[in-house]
Nanobody, 116 residues
Framework: QVQLVESGGGLVQPGGSLRLSCAAS????????MGWYRQAPGKQRELVAT???????NYADSMKGRFTISRDNAKNTVHLQMNSLKPEDTAVYYC??????????WGQGTQVTVSS
């Protein structure tokens, strides 16, 4: 079982920054991938960024250059630094954990609202 606890969402003005964090707990393989997806109202859930436990990141093209994903393996935590936020970044952001043993697991989601 994998439990994911997200933090860091909120309201920010256009051009501002937010940092999301997600901590994984439970029993799972050390070889895994953690990351973030988002879902805006009326839209499908989409990839934001993921990072493997070996440190290899993967970004959606539209996030490159503005978002940075990182992780602390000792704490089983992944962070998403979001800069230059735009109104279209408004969405519920979901933490995702994947391993060959557990399959995909999801956090409860955290709201990010970019508005003046």
């Amino acid at each position: 079982q994998v439990q994911l606890v997200e933090s860091g969402g909120g309201l920010v003005q256009p051009g501002g920054s937010l940092r999301l964090s997600c901590a994984a707990s439970g029993s799972f393989p050390s070889l895994n991938r953690m990351g973030w997806y988002r879902q805006a109202p009326g839209k499908q859930r989409e990839l934001v960024a993921t990072i493997t436990s070996t440190g290899i990141p993967n970004y959606a093209d539209s996030m490159k250059g503005r978002f940075t994903i990182s992780r602390d393996n000792a704490k089983n935590t992944v962070h998403l630094q979001m800069n230059s936020l735009k109104p279209e970044d408004t969405a519920v952001y979901y933490c995702n954990f994947w391993s060959l043993l557990t399959g995909a697991r999801w956090g409860q989601g955290t709201q990010v609202t970019v508005s003046s």
